[in-house]
């Protein structure tokens, strides 16, 4: 004799259970600000400005970060200037696997991007660079050169025509 539980149990085994899945629509992603294209372009320029001399980056100094680190009351070493050279020699070392100096893998090398980029940000909100950063785009520079230089015919050409503005006829009669 089959109990009825057990009957159950059998035709519940044989249902099927369907899911049906709705289409979604492709989540959007965000647009970025930037893109990695784009933070390459801004690392490039200011590396170069900075190579170039057109900026200077006012790293903080020994008595800058003396300030935030108490320790160096205690320790006959001042580790304020450790951090100081630290902080250049991260830099420096960032901007030699950027340029292909120090061998690294192209992961390591977007990090140091990514890395100098932060370091630019970081050195501008402090206000610690000095100067332009200049780009790096040739035609860029030279339409704004033309533009400048345009600019500067027609205050030219305002200037002579002030200056050289043929006298009136009827102040000639009057002086007569």
């Known amino acids: 004799m089959v109990s009825k ?39 490039t320029e200011f590396v170069s400005s900075w190579i170039r001399g057109d900026i200077i980056i006012r790293f903080p100094t020994a008595a800058e970060l003396a300030k935030k680190i108490p ?46 980029f932060k370091m630019l940000l970081m050195f501008r909100s402090a206000n610690r660079i000095e100067g332009k950063i200049i780009s790096n785009d040739l035609e860029k520079r030279i339409r704004e050169l033309e533009k400048t230089v345009k600019n500067q015919g027609k205050l030219v050409e305002q200037i002579t025509g002030f200056l050289f503005k043929p006298k009136n006829q009827n102040k000639k009669a009057r002086a007569s």
Request: glycine share 2%; net charge positive.
């Open 71 to 116: 320790l160096s009351i205690a320790f006959p070493t001042d580790p304020s200037v450790n951090a100081e050279l630290k902080i250049k020699e991260h830099y420096v070392n960032q901007l030699s696997i950027i340029a292909g100096i120090k061998p690294a893998s192209a992961d390591e090398q977007e990090k140091a991007i990514s890395e100098v």
């Open 5 to 43: 539980e057990t009957k159950d149990n059998a035709e519940d085994k044989k249902v099927i259970s369907v899911r049906i899945k709705r289409k979604t629509e492709p989540k959007a992603e965000p647009a970025l600000l930037f893109s990695q294209k784009d933070i390459r372009k801004f690392v």
